[in-house]
């Protein structure tokens, strides 16, 4: 026996999908435009994805995603196997360098390792998937919050979260990685650079990563930057 699909269900993501391809927070007046809805119903439509925590309203009004869908998209990614796509250049990677590589997302207001594969040597970079690292101090942190979308870093901004200052995210985008070095028990270096799908949009970064003494951060930014380069690629289709 066919079961036929919610049409109210459908209408709602509809909605959803609306406000989600718009560059900027949108009018009510807009979307029901959009939908070919009376406005009634458009806000219906609304009210429910904000009730189910999906988007939210502006001060003045309009309508934008919540933050929520980027907690998802983290586990999209890793669901589709993105993690494991890149098992292959994480080991590459450690193999050129000796150091540990990593994949990380920006997930809500922090960087998230989603899949990390370690070095060989006794000495390693404390860090284990699923570890959260700030947006403002670390490589990962920089180089996803230098090519977020303008909307996503106003809302990080609004929420308080520290990011890297303007001149910290134009030589980010400029050179093309990040470093940082990250006191703790042990003292540990990074250097991070972004993977960009077909639309240019940043969707995750790898870095090499280890203990700062002997860590060759020249070496490993080359590292890097090429096999983020070749991942963009692939995620462009190019051969």
């Not at 925590?53 to 309508?63: F, H, S």
């Not at 106003?154 to 200052?165: C, I």
């Not at 042990?186 to 790898?206: F, H, K, Y």
Request: with cysteine.
């Amino acid at each position: 026996m066919a079961v036929r699909p919610l049409s109210s269900v459908l209408k709602t993501l509809t909605a959803f999908d609306c406000v989600a391809a718009a560059a900027e927070p949108m009018r009510l007046v807009d979307i029901a435009k959009q939908l070919g809805e009376a406005r009634g119903a458009a806000h219906q439509r609304l009210v429910t994805l904000v009730e189910a925590g999906w988007i939210e309203q502006t001060q003045d009004g309009r309508y934008r995603l919540t933050l929520r869908v980027v907690s998802h998209a983290a586990m999209a990614l890793e669901q589709s196997n993105l993690g494991a796509r890149f098992a292959g250049v994480l080991e590459e990677m450690v193999t050129q360098s000796g150091e540990t590589a990593s994949l990380a997302v920006l997930d809500g207001r922090d960087a998230v390792i989603v899949r990390r594969v370690e070095s060989r040597g006794v000495l390693r970079a404390d860090l284990k998937v699923g570890a959260h690292l700030r947006l403002d101090k670390t490589a990962f942190g920089r180089v996803l919050a230098s090519h977020a979308r303008p909307e996503i870093i106003e809302r990080l901004r609004a929420q308080g979260v520290s990011l890297p200052d303007d001149d910290m995210m134009t030589l980010v985008r400029q050179q093309g990685y990040a470093i940082s070095e990250v006191e703790g028990p042990r003292t540990v270096s990074a250097v991070a650079a972004p993977i960009l799908d077909a639309q240019g949009e940043c969707i995750g970064a790898l870095a090499l990563s280890g203990p700062f003494q002997g860590f060759d951060t020249e070496k490993c930014a080359g590292i890097v930057v090429a096999a983020a380069a070749a991942s963009s690629g692939r995620m462009r289709g190019d051969q």
